[in-house]
């Protein structure tokens, strides 16, 4: 990509909510060109009948990588599902192309090896549990916290189709507040449980509890106890609009990075 041209984008789950809104927010006039998008499910279909006439003029393809070899593109952005993303930046890199992961509910397993592709071909990459701007703050706020209140729990809350508990931000957030401690939260008598799982799930040594509802969509509250004292920081995203700010950060961002790196905060605090 020459310095002054248009960053050239591929879409994966171009369909999907988060696609649709992917492919109305990265045009020309925001620096972005999306020279592909693929999507089994809607395979054939003209884009500009999927989002209006005001997305880019191209037909929706059914297979990854004959999609980037027809239409090289520099950036990958993924919002398929977990099961294929792993396959989807593995066909990427291969390609040179850097991968921006936000399919939550990778294994371990996968981004060890994505991260090793990574490396190997020298192609830098991204997974991004949370977009949203306040969502990354907040992540960050708690971090900063936990340095002087270890007690904490997380509530996630989002929309009933939701496939992974906790969220990806969720356990991001735990592990950031896990490895921010420098004291032991208070170790608590085990409480008599009278239904499984009321306490939540331990990450880190956080209790995050998930909630599935229809109505929400993407919400988190972590709070912090102390000796008289109780700090709860939230954010909340109403609409789908409120991740496409930091899409265009890391689409716009991540060919600067070195390998393949996890969060928002990478490019924010960098």
Request: glycine share 10%; hydrophobic share 45%.
């Amino acid at each position: 990509m020459s310095e002054g041209s248009l960053i050239r984008v591929a879409v994966v789950g171009a369909s999907g909510r988060m696609g649709q809104e992917v492919l109305r927010a990265l045009t020309p006039s925001q620096g972005f060109e999306i020279k592909a998008a693929i999507d089994k499910a809607m395979a054939g279909t003209h884009v500009q009948e999927l989002i209006g006439p005001s997305g880019p003029d191209i037909v929706i393809q059914d297979k990854l990588g004959a999609s980037l070899d027809a239409s090289p593109v520099d950036v990958l952005v993924d919002f398929s599902h977990q099961s294929a993303a792993a396959i989807h930046a593995d066909s990427a890199i291969k390609r040179g192309v850097s991968p921006v992961i936000g399919c939550t509910g990778l294994s371990e397993t996968d981004m060890r090896e994505i991260k090793s592709l990574c490396a190997e071909k020298g192609v830098p990459g991204m997974y991004i549990p949370n977009f949203a701007v306040g969502a990354v703050l907040m992540m960050k706020f708690a971090q900063l916290a936990a340095k002087w209140l270890p007690d904490a729990e997380i509530i996630e809350m989002h929309h009933d189709r939701k496939e992974d508990a906790p969220s990806g931000t969720a356990m991001l957030t735990a592990q950031m507040i896990g490895a921010a401690r420098i004291t032991d939260p208070v170790r608590l008598p085990r409480p008599l449980i009278k239904a499984e799982g009321a306490r939540g799930g331990k990450v880190e040594n956080v209790p995050v509890h998930s909630i599935r509802l229809p109505g929400y969509l993407a919400h988190q509250e972590v709070i912090f106890g102390g000796p008289g004292e109780v700090l709860s920081i939230r954010h909340d995203s109403m609409d789908r609009k409120s991740f496409m700010h930091g899409v265009k950060l890391a689409v716009s961002h991540v060919r600067s990075l070195n390998g393949f790196v996890v969060g928002l905060d990478k490019i924010l605090f960098q």
